[in-house]
């Protein structure tokens, strides 16, 4: 199913609309260290399957939405999105050296909240010539503040016959924990197939949602055999999404696995499959985070559901 890009602001303001009902939840101190509700039921976590780490399954990603520069009021605004993410249960953090400032950003207010020690922190590199990779890897190193990230991924695999051998270095030399291989882009997926196979890297990170599910024919399955965990990026379909249930109730059979709003809905389908290890929605919005990672409480959705799920969205658009 096709998707129609949507600009940061449109995003924003379709989900606010639809969430509106749990701002009053979302107006609560977001600090470090802060105890969550009583009521709240444990963020979830899933084994890295190459280690046995456990990794909460609702994270952050930082494409566009942390690109703000030495804004103070937009650096106040995602400082308030990453004591969001730490104070319910997450960790991870994913950016790249090609997200503009967003590298520097989430560096920057790490070290200003003292998070770092709790923050799960991917990058990327988006080259593999060594010199101009290792130059570009200490680039973010700089810019995250951090002696090492927890994962470093080569972005955007295009060539089936793409080696990691500097990646694997890296991590073996102990400049980061992790290495994985990432794409947005479904025509890169037999590419990123045949590098998945033969290189078995511990951790995938590809576009998938309820409104494109081309993942779940080949990759998801591959990475599952493989002992690959999986990170899940446009979990919203760059918006479209919630542009479709705009005005739209949530159906009551939604109960049925703890989804409360649509954000949960749509963050639950990709959750309900063993393969997805993480999801990594964006957010420039402190009660967004909070909506998102309520997507990893409680039950998730059986294959049933999830294939009544599938059909409730088409019978919309």
């Not at 810019?143 to 016959?161: A, C, E, I, M, S």
């Amino acid at each position: 199913m096709s998707v129609t890009p949507v600009r940061p602001a449109d995003r924003a303001a379709t989900r606010r609309e639809l969430i509106a009902g749990g701002a009053a939840l979302a107006a609560m101190p977001l600090l470090p260290g802060t105890a969550l509700a009583q009521t709240e039921a444990p963020l979830v976590t899933r084994p890295i399957p190459s280690s046995g780490e456990a990794l909460p399954v609702v994270g952050l990603g930082t494409a566009i939405v942390f690109d703000v520069g030495d804004d103070a009021a937009k650096l106040s605004e995602r400082k308030a999105v990453v004591e969001a993410l730490v104070r319910g249960g997450g960790s991870l953090i994913d950016t790249a050296p090609a997200y503009g400032t967003a590298e520097a950003a989430v560096g920057r207010l790490a070290a200003e909240t003292g998070l770092r020690p709790k923050l799960f922190l991917a990058t990327k590199v988006a080259v593999m010539d060594r010199d101009k990779s290792l130059a570009e890897m200490q680039q973010s190193l700089d810019r995250l503040r951090t002696p090492k990230p927890d994962l470093l991924q080569l972005w955007n695999v295009r060539d089936p016959g793409q080696d990691l051998a500097l990646l694997r270095a890296r991590k073996a030399e102990g400049h980061c924990r992790y290495i994985g291989i990432t794409t947005s882009n479904p025509n890169a997926f037999a590419a990123v197939a045949a590098v998945l196979k033969r290189e078995k890297p511990d951790f995938l990170q590809i576009n998938y949602s309820l409104a494109d599910r081309e993942a779940e024919a080949e990759l998801l399955p591959m990475a599952r055999d493989v002992g690959t965990a999986v990170l899940t990026n446009l979990p919203f379909g760059r918006g479209s999404l919630f542009r479709l249930v705009r005005d739209k109730p949530l159906p009551d059979w939604a109960a049925e696995f703890d989804a409360k709003t649509w954000g949960q809905f749509f963050l639950k389908y990709l959750l309900g499959h063993e393969a997805v290890t993480a999801v990594i929605p964006g957010t420039n919005k402190a009660e967004h985070m909070t909506d998102n990672l309520r997507a990893g409480r409680g039950r998730m959705p059986d294959a049933a559901m999830r294939a009544r799920m599938v059909e409730f969205i088409k019978s919309l658009g």
